[in-house]
């Protein structure tokens, strides 16, 4: 009943839809290099998907003949799925507040790398794998895809506040290291358990469980101790691990697009986990295994006077009557949910000709770009947002720099203080501007603890409280004076 | 199989460094400004994962096998819906000055509807 044409035609199309989804994955990322193209190339890249994933039915004329009796029921549970999992997840995606971004991709990341170490399971629980090569592929794609799921999952707790504060214990770093020692042992065994050598008188389907245990293990134990705002290199690196593991489970399932497209994610992610940890000063290994700020406490003192409180109308007031007034976002804009009110005033300033623009540094909010997302939201075009590098000598010229809930990326000391755990950091020059405002919920340090030198500098006043409040303030404060005008 | 792409040891490296060295040159042209954007959409297309669930799920013979599978679909499938719904989002929202924000505003109601 099952022909050899019929099979030889359906693995035809099957190889056509993947080559030319790779093809559109390709191209779809390219045309997300510029804002005007972007969205046609996801839509492009979405095609791709699709003739993919419906191609990939027509493999039920190629399967095995061990598999042959279930195939109706793994039909089923494969529509069921694509129905549960794709439905369920494009719902949630749709509704989510923008503000809650960075979880989002987290968990969607989390899952692609759930779903190549199941791959990895059935091939490993079923004795699929052909050959060392094959098993030892298998195994590092399964323990990278599970280390991203579970370390995902911690990941999106933080971000969600579901885990507040980081957790560390003294000597984790040796626990750590010891957890993925003993994993990569495990995985040892499972390779001599393979050629029949029994340990420790278990079955090989029993260390294959207590090898996907211990990497689950360690990604819990490598994320739990990372503080927030190092976020942006987390997502980055478990984005790559994501990649890295679907293209070596698709060597293992000898299938290219898998292959292709995991490795081009793969260098994506690594790409911009350079570029986040360079914005940083430090190098990625110091993210994930330095527990910073805990040794950022020392020295206190060094800076004099005190911060000087104002009021959120006076600060409005000043910046109505400026010429040039640049914006520095951070975390605390994405926290207030203020980014409506923030382009509200905004347009008030706007239409009193006030020269406007937005600077971002790299590493603001809690994932790369999360401020640029933000604005857009806003409805803030992306010709008035700039980059640390386009900006940063602007400073000198502008009367007004207002910092909203950022802290260490335009704290002076990165420039000039060599003690300061921040040193060499690349940073916005907002204390280069006549006028420093800085709205923040409190007196209090950034996440790293460092005293901010920029807050005690002669040309700045804080505004303190909630960023929605004090926007609302200073939405007001500007509408009176037109009234009064008029 | 009759029609068997068969990719081992030096071949599959090759296509691994190409694609990573193309990966890295289209991811490091695009601007800051879409790095969000970007990761999801990169996120998006390592949903491709789920081709791979289903190939393991149709081979599963054994209950453990086809719960392993179903899961690796159910995830998969997640990961690139997801990654799509938020993706497309996002980049709908981006545009400039010149736009008028009630034409803006139009558009995107009108892919909304498709």
């Not at chain 1, 990322?29 to 193209?37: I, V």
């Not at chain 1, 593991?245 to 992610?269: S, W």
Request: glycine content about 12%; hydrophobic content about 55%; charged content about 10%.
């Amino acid at each position: 009943m099952l022909t050899p044409t019929l099979t030889l035609i359906s693995q035809l199309v099957i190889g056509t839809a993947d080559l030319v989804a790779a093809f559109l994955f390709m191209f779809g990322l390219k045309r997300m290099s510029s804002p005007a193209t972007a969205p046609s190339g996801i839509r492009v890249a979405g095609i791709g998907m699709i003739a993919a994933v419906l191609a990939s039915f027509l493999y039920v004329f190629s399967v095995g003949p061990a598999a042959r009796p279930h195939l109706l029921v793994n039909l089923g549970l494969a529509v069921a799925a694509l129905l549960i999992g794709g439905v369920g997840a494009w719902f949630v995606g749709r509704k989510v507040a923008m503000t809650a971004m960075p979880q989002m991709v987290a968990i969607y990341n989390g899952m692609g790398g759930g779903a190549a170490g199941s791959i990895a399971a059935v091939e490993l629980f079923g004795g699929h794998t052909n050959g060392l090569t094959q098993l030892a592929v298998t195994l590092l794609g399964g323990l990278i895809g599970a280390v991203s799921l579970s370390g995902s999952i911690i990941a999106w707790a933080k971000l969600d506040g579901v885990l507040k504060a980081p957790w560390r214990v003294p000597g984790q770093q040796v626990l750590n290291a010891s957890v993925i020692g003993a994993t990569l042992i495990v995985a040892g065994v499972i390779v001599a358990s393979t050629m029949g050598l029994a340990v420790l008188g278990l079955t090989t389907a029993q260390w294959i469980w207590i090898f996907f245990a211990c990497a689950l293990i360690f990604g819990v134990l490598m994320t739990l101790p990372i503080g927030g705002a190092d976020m942006p290199v987390v997502i980055s690196i478990y984005n790559a691990f994501t990649g890295l593991a679907v293209g070596l489970e698709g060597f293992v399932l000898q299938n290219p697009a898998l292959m292709i497209a995991g490795m081009v994610v793969g260098a994506a992610g690594l790409l911009l986990t350079v570029i986040m940890a360079k914005a940083m000063n430090r190098s990625i290994a110091n993210v994930l295994f330095t527990n910073f700020g805990t040794v950022a406490k020392a020295k206190p003192g060094a800076i004099q006077g005190s911060e000087r409180p104002t009021d959120a109308a006076d600060a409005a007031i000043k910046m109505r009557y400026a010429g040039k007034v640049i914006i520095i976002p951070g975390y605390g804009l994405a926290a207030a949910h203020a980014q409506q009110k923030l382009f509200e005033f905004v347009k008030l300033l706007l239409a009193a000709k006030v020269s406007v623009r937005f600077a971002i540094h790299p590493v603001a909010g809690r994932m790369p770009g999360q401020m640029d997302v933000l604005l857009a939201e806003a409805g803030v075009p992306y010709d008035m947002i700039f980059q640390l590098d386009d900006i940063n000598d602007d400073f000198a010229t502008t009367d007004v720099a207002l910092v909203i809930g950022a802290n260490d990326v335009v704290n002076p000391a990165a420039r000039s203080d060599k003690s300061s755990p921040i040193f060499g950091m690349p940073i916005l020059n907002a204390d280069k501007a006549a006028q420093v405002y800085v709205i923040k919920r409190g007196q209090g340090k950034g996440y790293s603890g460092i005293v901010n030198a920029l807050f005690y500098a002669p040309n700045c006043n804080m505004v303190y409280g909630d960023a929605q409040a004090v926007l609302v303030k200073m939405i007001e404060a500007v509408r009176g004076l037109g009234a009064a005008a008029a | 199989m009759h029609f068997d792409i068969t990719m081992t040891g030096f071949v599959a490296l090759y296509i691994f460094m190409l694609a990573g060295f193309a990966g890295w040159v289209i991811i490091g042209n695009v601007p800051a400004i879409l790095h969000t954007p970007l990761m999801s959409g990169s996120n998006f297309v390592h949903g491709i994962v789920v081709v791979g669930g289903l190939f393991a799920l149709f081979n599963a013979v054994t209950p453990q096998e086809q719960a392993i599978g179903f899961f690796a679909v159910l995830l998969g499938a997640g990961n690139a819906a997801g990654g799509y719904a938020v993706t497309d989002r996002m980049l709908a929202m981006f545009k400039t000055s010149d736009a008028k924000l009630a034409h803006s505003h139009a558009r995107v109601h009108h892919l909304k509807k498709r």
